[in-house]
């Protein structure tokens, strides 16, 4: 195409400057990728929080999924890299940071593989360990993680770390087996649901969220139904919901039985209301109760920030960027509560 100049991979990203130099496109087999492509340190958020990319690839293969095609397999960053950039951005005097990746649960599988010899294993929450020992970093948020992670032992060794947010988005896809047999996803419903109240057994004010998408190949009413009445069970603070998208590539796109645009919609919007009341009912169930909130910004005149467990909290009286404040709430709308 004329206006396209160079093509570059995503290996490549942190190569960029000197291939525009040298004006050569080129493109790596990102499958044959094995270690983590460190950027450096991370770029702050405008607020109060810094993401910190902890790993890259997949090796799950979810039907639906390109990524594991587009971003190859489970690489993860070392620790000391992470831990380094950690202790700059407490000295910065950022509070939080959030830790994310493709697939964060599958954190130090590939060191793991590689020392196949060496009897102790590394994973995400020896990682999360270390972070929480950090001085200045007052909160530790997971990014979306996958449910399998949430066993009894880990559960054990995360309680004990007090940086950790009570805040989970576990990506459920659907609550029908069926549908999530044939998105490739390797747990159940009740799986799930088991381990929804293991989390709850150890945090008592947490907040669930998750990812439901809807209208997947061969996906019935009667499919549709049992998923609406899963998630009625669990009660999510928040889905996102998503209309199945094909993507090329994937098992999923040439699958037989792809859904009309239409019930896709009508779904969503279901699943959305759905949301929506479950946000609302939550929210209000925090009149009268001191929340701690990290207040990130002034808008409008209003002060705005979340609490410990991601309640987006407004205040027209107090706040102070990048402050921790205890506050009571006094009201609460479909999506925020009311700080006094």
């Known amino acids: 195409m004329q206006?396209?100049?160079?093509?570059?991979?995503?290996?490549?990203?942190?190569?960029?400057?000197?291939?525009?130099?040298k004006n050569s496109s080129i493109v790596t087999d990102v499958m044959h990728q094995k270690?983590?492509?460190?950027?450096?340190?991370?770029?702050?958020?405008?607020?109060?929080?810094?993401?910190?990319?902890?790993?890259?690839?997949?090796d799950r293969f979810c039907s639906y999924c390109i990524i594991p095609y587009a971003r190859g397999r489970v690489r993860s960053r070392k620790p000391e890299s992470i831990i380094s950039e950690i202790q700059k951005i407490?000295?910065?005097?950022?509070?939080?940071?959030?830790?994310?990746g493709i697939h964060i649960a599958s954190y130090g599988k590939d060191f793991n593989l590689a020392n196949s010899n060496n009897s102790?294993?590394?994973?995400?929450?020896?990682?999360?360990?270390?972070?929480?020992?950090?001085?200045?970093?007052?909160?530790?948020?997971?990014g979306s993680i996958e449910p399998l992670l949430i066993t009894e032992e880990f559960m054990q060794r995360l309680?004990?770390?007090?940086?950790?947010?009570?805040?989970?988005?576990?990506?459920?896809?659907?609550?029908?087996?069926?549908?999530?047999q044939r998105m490739n996803r390797r747990y159940t419903t009740e799986q799930f649901e088991e381990i929804v109240n293991r989390?709850?057994?150890?945090?008592?004010?947490?907040?669930?969220?998750?990812?439901?998408?809807?209208?997947?190949?061969?996906?019935?009413?009667?499919?549709?139904?049992?998923?609406?009445?899963?998630?009625?069970?669990?009660?999510?603070?928040?889905?996102?919901?998503?209309?199945?998208?094909?993507?090329?590539?994937?098992k999923a796109a040439t699958m037989e039985g792809q859904i009309e645009e239409k019930v896709k919609e009508q779904r969503s919007k279901k699943l959305i209301n759905l949301s929506d009341q479950n946000e609302k009912r939550y929210n209000q169930s925090y009149i009268g109760k001191e929340v701690e909130v990290l207040f990130e910004e002034e808008k409008n005149g209003h002060y705005q920030g979340h609490t410990q467990n991601y309640l987006l909290a407004i205040s027209k009286t107090h706040g102070e960027k990048n402050q921790i404040i205890k506050l009571k709430c006094i009201g609460a709308e479909e999506h925020f509560i009311i700080l006094e």
Do not use: W
């Open 3 to 21: 206006d396209i100049d160079l093509v570059l991979g995503n290996n490549e990203k942190k190569n960029i400057i000197e291939i525009i130099e």
């Open 35 to 58: 270690e983590f492509i460190d950027f450096g340190d991370v770029t702050y958020t405008e607020k109060t929080r810094a993401v910190i990319k902890i790993q890259d690839g997949c």
């Open 90 to 100: 407490a000295k910065e005097g950022y509070k939080e940071v959030v830790i994310t």
């Open 120 to 142: 102790t294993n590394y994973a995400l929450i020896d990682l999360l360990e270390e972070i929480d020992k950090i001085p200045g970093i007052e909160r530790i948020r997971l």
């Open 159 to 180: 309680i004990k770390l007090p940086k950790i947010c009570h805040h989970f988005h576990l990506s459920l896809q659907s609550g029908c087996d069926a549908t999530l």
């Open 199 to 250: 989390i709850r057994n150890y945090y008592k004010d947490v907040i669930l969220t998750t990812d439901i998408i809807v209208g997947f190949p061969q996906e019935t009413d009667e499919e549709f139904n049992k998923t609406y009445k899963f998630l009625e069970k669990i009660n999510f603070y928040k889905m996102h919901v998503f209309k199945y998208s094909r993507r090329n590539g994937t």
